[in-house]
């Protein structure tokens, strides 16, 4: 797998600071607070609430990482007129029928029909727009 450097540098720090923190919250904890037993719940909601928070960066730092790779292994499995179709769909998002023929190199009928197959699916929707269709990814 193919990780930014920057990406995974942010990632490291993240959970070492989280690291850093609970220990000083916790030798903060037991040296001054001693037997308060009525603080250590709020100091475990903190570090839980701190962590939960630099666990949902550290997971949107690598979203779009996570989501090409699920396209790639989705690409694999369709037809090959499909997957150029999906493929200049992923990249633009929406399209007119008409370039989709010319980008693709498939004929004009072949692509009615992969773009038919596609929308029955659900995976596109396509909209009339004057002499051509407009092509939008739905996913």
């Not at 999906?86 to 007119?96: A, G, N, T």
Request: proline share 2%; aromatic share 8%.
């Amino acid at each position: 797998m193919d990780i930014p450097k920057q990406k995974l540098v942010i990632t490291v720090s993240l959970v070492g600071l989280l690291m850093v923190l609970i220990t000083v919250f916790s030798v903060y904890h037991t040296q001054h607070l001693g037997h308060a037993y009525l603080q250590y719940p709020l100091f475990l909601y903190g570090t839980t609430i701190l962590a939960l928070v630099i666990g949902g960066f550290i997971v949107f730092l690598f979203e779009q990482k996570i989501n090409d790779q699920q396209l790639v292994k989705l690409l694999a499995l369709l037809p090959q007129d499909e997957k150029k179709l999906l493929k200049i769909l992923f990249e633009r998002k929406e399209i007119e029928q008409k370039k989709l023929g010319t980008l693709t190199g498939l004929s004009a009928v072949k692509v009615s029909r992969v773009v038919a197959r596609l929308e029955q699916r659900g995976v596109i929707e396509k909209k009339k727009q004057g002499y051509t269709n407009l092509i939008f990814l739905k996913l």
